[in-house]
């Protein structure tokens, strides 16, 4: 068994079809056929059936397809660390979630540029889970989100919690309560932004299912955790409650009435000033659309959005502990709470 035996397999299986893999591999047909059967003569299984189309993976193919994809990423995302090893690159390229360029990155950027004049650096905006993916393919060498992510190649660092606040259209009559309590917003409509959602923890747990009450407030939770290891909430149905901000809620056993989803933060904080709703966003977005939005405090102190520093384990990009010095003393600037970490890079 060899490299270019499951590269052709995963390309087929992934294609379904012959002509497709061979385009995208770059071999011909014949030769892609020769390498799968030479795979499964070595194995002694058949892995995919070649009698209908399209084509289908048998039982042990999907089992073999599953497992085997996972060996070949990890061996492209070491091939290409080693890659970086050997000739680091000079540009820091930083992944971002759009909601942190509302904060502080600006000033986190320019605090690193003053320590380090002649760094360049490449920012991109690209989804929590993406970055992850990101980091492995060396696309980026940090990245700054806003969810856990447990991944053995992966080493996070919580920088902070950032409060939410509530959006108010200007004209609802709650818009100049100062202090917000979220029962109070669940009769609203609720604006969901989120695409990224809460991981769920996969060992099976048995829990007894509650009865739907009439009500928007949900029956005491059942505590089980997401992958993370943090609580997740239950809605009516005993389904866990993924979405961010609905989570939050279901924390206090509200489930508000009605909700919209958009595809993102600044289309949510569109429909708010449309009136079409309200909805939650971390406190430094609180400077969009303020003619026609009106951003308050909640009471529940604990309402927060992490804020993370994502980077490889095995390799911290050399810029990337002035970066964290530089994200510290903007918050040392701006007297924000912080606990200092450091990284545990083995390079
Ligand atoms: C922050 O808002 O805490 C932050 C955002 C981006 C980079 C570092 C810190």
């Not at 399209?54 to 994809?69: C, M, N, Q, R, V």
């Not at 933060?265 to 966003?281: I, P, R, Y």
């Not at 980077?311 to 912080?338: C, M, N, S, W």
Request: proline share 6%; hydrophobic share 40%.
């Amino acid at each position: 068994m060899d490299l270019k035996q499951l590269k052709a397999f995963i390309a087929i299986a992934d294609l379904r079809s012959f002509s497709a893999a061979a385009t995208k591999t770059g071999l011909s047909q014949p030769s892609l056929s020769r390498l799968l059967k030479q795979l499964e003569t070595d194995m002694g299984v058949e892995l995919i059936n070649r009698y209908n189309r399209p084509l289908h993976l048998t039982e042990a193919g999907a089992f073999f397809y599953d497992k085997i994809s996972a060996i070949l990423t990890e061996i492209d995302t070491v091939t290409s660390m080693t890659q970086r090893l050997s000739a680091p690159s000079s540009a820091l390229n930083i992944g971002f979630v759009p909601s942190v360029l509302y904060g502080l990155l600006p000033e986190v950027i320019a605090s690193l540029k003053q320590s380090n004049p002649d760094i360049e650096v490449n920012l991109k905006d690209i989804s929590s889970y993406q970055q992850i993916d990101a980091l492995k393919s060396g696309d980026i060498d940090v990245g700054f989100g806003r969810f856990a992510h447990q991944d053995p190649w992966i080493q996070q660092i919580l920088l902070r919690h950032e409060r939410y606040v509530v959006a108010l259209p200007k004209a609802h009559p709650l818009a100049n309560v100062r202090e917000q309590r979220l029962i109070d917003l669940a009769n609203n409509r609720l604006i969901l932004y989120h695409q990224t959602h809460l991981p769920i923890a996969t060992p099976a747990i048995t829990t007894s299912i509650p009865k739907p009450t009439s009500t928007n407030k949900l029956p005491a939770h059942t505590k089980r955790t997401n992958s993370t290891g943090q609580p997740l909430s239950f809605s009516t149905l005993n389904e866990p409650v993924t979405e961010p901000l609905l989570h939050l809620f279901a924390q206090y056993g509200i489930a508000p009435l009605m909700t919209t989803t958009v595809s993102d933060l600044q289309v949510a904080l569109g429909l708010v000033a449309a009136g079409e709703g309200v909805t939650l966003v971390p406190a430094s977005l609180q400077t969009v659309r303020t003619e026609q939005i009106s951003y308050q405090r909640l009471v529940h102190e604990n309402v927060t959005s992490p804020i993370y520093l994502h980077t490889l384990k095995d390799f911290v990009h050399p810029k990337i502990p002035d970066l964290l010095t530089a994200t510290y003393q903007v918050y040392e600037q701006r007297g924000i709470t912080y606990r200092k970490q450091k990284f545990a890079s083995k390079l």
